[in-house]
């Protein structure tokens, strides 16, 4: 099977602007998480998308969002970038809620 | 705020020795979870314990759980180069429904 995949593996940016990133699951996972990773404040949960419904939501401003959709992929989309934006974006799925997560190598997202 | 709390925050070992990881938790929780990450890539799964359980094995590595300390332990023996990498240590909150992750102990074994 293959593993999950995120695009693009760079991305800079500048503030203000917006950014969308990609996820594909593992196929016929259903659950699909997106986490922040900084040196600073480490893994920060950003929300979980369960066909289709976002299940979860992290504590992270209403410019983070994000969709799933019916074949289970999902994106991100961050508007108005700031630099503490500046950050690994991983995505991980699973089979259900609480079972072990496969992760993808992430999106490395820089905002000058 | 992260829920698991790792223990060390990094620790430097001679390869063929043992490494012992600690997590402790806040909550009450499903089961707790154990991941690797090499540098720059994604977290892998290593291990899940689930809160009945007080150890589990897998190859050369030992988890213990301890619910009445809310904490846990990640031992792995007979190190190698290879296990160069941060560990981190995830709870399945029961409320929140989400995996929160620990700060994560950076692990080198040195040649």
């Known amino acids: 099977k293959a593993g999950v995949t995120q695009t693009p593996r760079y991305l800079i940016k500048t503030r203000g602007q917006q950014v969308t990133l990609s996820c594909s699951p593992i196929?016929?996972?259903?659950?699909v998480s997106w986490y922040q990773q900084t040196p600073g404040q480490g893994l920060q949960f950003l929300f979980e998308?369960?066909?289709?419904?976002?299940?979860n939501k992290g504590n992270f401003p209403g410019r983070f969002s994000g969709r799933q959709f019916s074949n289970s992929r999902s994106e991100m989309n961050v508007s108005t970038l700031e630099l503490g934006d500046s950050a690994l974006y991983l995505c991980a799925s699973s089979l259900e809620w609480g079972s072990p997560l496969h992760f993808g190598n992430g999106t490395r997202l820089t905002v000058t | 705020s992260q829920q698991g709390e790792e223990d060390p925050q990094a620790l430097s070992i001679q390869e063929g020795e043992n490494a012992t990881m600690n997590c402790s938790y806040k909550t009450s929780i499903n089961n707790l979870q154990w991941y690797r990450q090499n540098s720059g890539r994604g977290l892998v799964h290593l291990i899940l314990i689930r809160s009945n359980e007080r150890e589990k094995h897998s190859g050369r590595l030992r988890v213990t759980l301890d619910t009445s300390k809310k904490s846990s332990s990640l031992l792995i023996t007979a190190s190698r180069a290879a296990d160069t990498a941060s560990y981190f240590c995830a709870t399945v909150d029961q409320g929140a429904q989400k995996l929160v992750f620990g700060q994560g102990t950076r692990l080198t074994i040195n040649p």
């Open positions: 998308y369960f066909s289709e419904t976002q299940r």
């Open positions: 196929s016929g996972h259903r659950s």
